[in-house]
């Protein structure tokens, strides 16, 4: 039996990629205002963001606990799998990639954990990669090398309303929310080292997602991509963007992939969020 991956439930991936490819998914745990819930399963886009409507929102989210790996990995490798590669959110958001590591640790080497430095389709793409490479026969390394090259070709973008969900989850500090509340801005973030960084602020939506666009074409440079778009109750931001991206970059665009952001990355994005994954294939 091929090498088995997986990933987790902040890859946001199509129902009908995870069946074709094999992938196996572990939720993520939120917490909306006291409800607890798996995302995806229990969870819903549409519970995050009806909740975080509200005056009083409290929002959380958690990692997977090592056992709940642990007995997936036991259990895909019970069913014949030759070993595991197991792709998850960066480990600079979430404690997945340690619980997973917690986990692989009483395997003898036969589960490989990849941190993916993103999240959405950042982590999505090096699933699907790893996957890919599982399916064409690599070995357990060929299979982790796969996922390990596809996160350094992979690079997100995302836009959002504004700072204060991520201030309130911890994921910037309280001087750059301060910062982008006071000038009234909409900032625009990015991943370069497995973290949020804020990279520039404009003024208007409609500026953020053009900016967005300029910013996804300069990380394609002159490659062949495949795209990922990812919204929260957003969905004609996310189309709009698609389009201009697709004009920009034209017959050099192959796969495409559109999906609304579950619960756990809306609990620290906010709606409103627009984000852009750009994956430069290496056989462009």
Not at 57 to 70: C, G, L, M, N, Y
Not at 124 to 148: K, M, S
Not at 244 to 254: F, K, N, P
């Amino acid at each position: 039996m091929p090498v088995a991956v997986v990933t987790d439930s902040t890859a946001y991936l199509p129902p009908e990629l995870v069946q074709r490819h094999r992938l196996t998914v572990v939720p993520l745990t939120v917490v909306l205002n006291g409800a607890e819930g798996l995302e995806g399963v229990e969870t819903q886009p549409s519970d995050a963001t009806r909740a975080l409507g509200g005056r009083r929102v409290t929002a959380t989210t958690s990692r997977p606990a090592p056992e709940q790996f642990a007995r997936t990995y036991r259990q895909l490798l019970d069913a014949g799998a030759d070993g595991i590669v197991s792709v998850h959110i960066s480990a600079g958001l979430s404690g997945t990639v340690e619980a997973a590591q917690l986990a692989a640790a009483d395997f003898d080497g036969r589960v490989e954990v990849v941190d993916s430095r993103s999240t959405g389709m950042g982590l999505g793409f090096p699933a699907i990669a790893a996957a890919t490479a599982a399916e064409g026969g690599a070995d357990l390394a060929g299979v982790r090398d796969a996922a390990l090259t596809a996160v350094a070709r992979t690079t997100i973008w995302f836009y959002v309303d504004t700072l204060e969900f991520l201030r309130r989850g911890g994921r910037i500090n309280a001087a750059e929310a301060l910062f982008g509340t006071a000038l009234s801005v909409k900032p625009i973030m990015h991943m370069p080292d497995g973290a949020i960084v804020l990279r520039e602020k404009v003024r208007t939506g409609s500026r953020g997602v053009a900016r967005l666009v300029d910013l996804a074409v300069e990380a394609a440079g002159d490659d062949d991509v495949d795209l990922g778009v990812h919204h929260l109750a957003a969905p004609q931001r996310a189309e709009a963007l698609l389009a201009a991206l697709t004009e920009r970059l034209g017959d050099r665009v192959h796969d495409t992939y559109v999906s609304e952001a579950g619960a756990v990355v809306a609990a620290h994005a906010g709606p409103g969020l627009a984000c852009v994954v750009v994956h430069r294939r290496a056989d462009g």
